[in-house]
């Protein structure tokens, strides 16, 4: 199911709203919205090595009065939303100077693993429990995955009704440490490593962010979980 152009149109409006962009005078020239598609297009297709078939650029508001770039317009990926179906280009003209920021959608089938049956929350996953079909990625919201074994092991976070797609923040890993487990503490600085005793204040699983006590300061602090029984402290 694609999402309507209607709320593509509604995100590129909120772009336009929000960028600092220089309006043209009416005997200027004005950008063609045609051109900023493209450039968002052909920056996606770049940056994820999807076919431009593939992707559904966000309707470019008519509306839209820049000034006519002097040069090519370009293109990059914003930061932080790298996701596999769902990307956002940033378009910025050096001068005179403009940015837009215009949503693509991938459409493209891919297999992704789902539930099989009903999972309940807290439930393991088991080889039993998945299955892979194709979906359309602009369909899947959020994350997906590609293997069964990526989510075999992994514990139910609510409950999943059948069909749905799997997703990192829906399955997660089993915890590796747990609440009030005391664990070692490492903060790396350089090449220096300082260990020290700590207790955790939640459950985490591989790699995941945790808060620690120092069980000598009493200091709560947060850290990675390398393992069953260590995490790595964040140090500014």
Known sequence: MRAPHSSLSALVLVAVLLCAAAPARADEALERPERIAAVARATAARESGRAPAELEVGVIDPRLRLRACDTEPAGRLTPGT??????????????????????????????VVIAAHPLGRLEVVTASDVALVSR??????????????????????????PGEVLSPTTVRPPPLVRRGQTVTLIARAGGLAVRSAGVVQGDGGLAERVRVRNAASGRTVEGFVRSSDTVEVLVE
């Not at 179906?85 to 991938?106: A, I, N, S």
């Not at 990625?137 to 976070?157: E, H, K, N």
């Open 136 to 161: 359309d990625l602009a369909s899947i919201p959020t994350g997906y995955f590609r293997s069964l074994d990526d989510v075999v092991g992994r514990i139910a976070q609510r409950t999943i009704g």
């Open 82 to 111: 790298r996701s596999s179906t769902q990307l956002t280009v940033e378009v910025r003209c050096p001068g005179p100077p403009w940015r837009q920021f215009v949503p693509v959608r991938v459409h493209a089938e891919e297999p």
